[in-house]
């Protein structure tokens, strides 16, 4: 079975200051990786994923991630944060075995407070 | 347009109480999805509709009963429900065509408390 760990579960920051995220899965077979960000009070929104390819996934609002099959992990970094990226971010693992639908197996999360 | 919409954002219930929560994409996905959040916590699968099939069902009480009218459309039906099921009601959908590749969409949610 697959399984995602985030080995923080709160992060603060300063303003400007650089952050990585740290993020570890288990699986015994290909792998489909993804972060999610959720703001207070909101869904969850999309920030990049690893399907295939280049290691280095590259999403938006500036984050970045890199996959190391060696390490399986997926930590997810950003060079500068802002006040506005205070939220919960939630590492994540697509379980295969489904032709349609997906099955994602979310981690813990781990909530980044940026200070000013 | 990648949006999914649900209604409505808040739902104060008694536990006699029947309600439904309602979710809506016009992206032309075929997978659509039920994930509670408690607080604090990563979302919770609870059910998965492929192309308007219950496809994933993950063990949840019958007091919650999903249905899909349409590719569009998704109904999760409440009844009985205990304090304990007082959560973050979040819907998702993705194109359900390259399985776990595919991207989940996720909408706003429900706020339901049970009084």
């Known amino acids: 079975a697959q399984s995602v760990t985030q080995l923080d579960s709160q992060v603060p920051v300063f303003e400007e200051a650089p952050v990585e995220l740290r993020c570890n899965y288990s699986?015994?077979?290909?792998?489909?990786l993804f972060w999610y960000v959720q703001y207070p009070n909101q869904g969850l929104q999309l920030l990049l994923k690893?399907?295939?390819?280049?290691?280095l996934v590259k999403g938006i609002n500036g984050f970045e991630a890199e996959f190391n099959k060696s390490q399986t992990s997926f930590h997810l970094r950003k060079p500068s944060v802002h006040i506005s990226d205070t939220a919960e971010y939630f590492c994540a693992v697509s379980e295969g075995g489904y032709s349609s639908a997906s099955k994602i197996i979310f981690g813990s999360g781990t909530r980044l407070s940026i200070r000013p | 347009d990648t949006e999914v919409t649900q209604t409505p954002k808040h739902l104060v219930m008694g536990m006699t109480n029947k309600k439904s929560l309602k979710c809506e994409q016009h992206?032309?996905?075929?997978?659509m999805y039920w994930y509670k959040q408690k607080a604090k916590k990563p979302p919770e699968l609870m059910f998965v509709y492929s192309y308007e099939k219950l496809s994933i069902n993950e063990s949840v009480p019958s007091r919650f009963s999903p249905e899909c009218p349409n590719s569009s459309l998704l109904n999760l039906h409440l009844h009985a429900l205990q304090p304990e099921d007082s959560a973050l009601y979040l819907c998702?959908?993705?194109?359900?065509?390259?399985?776990?590749?595919?991207?989940?969409?996720f909408g706003p949610g429900t706020r339901l408390t049970v009084l």
């Open positions: 690893y399907l295939s390819g280049s290691t």
């Open positions: 998702a959908s993705s194109r359900g065509t390259s399985g776990g590749a595919d991207t989940q969409y």
């Open positions: 699986s015994s077979v290909s792998v489909y």
């Open positions: 992206m032309g996905h075929r997978a």
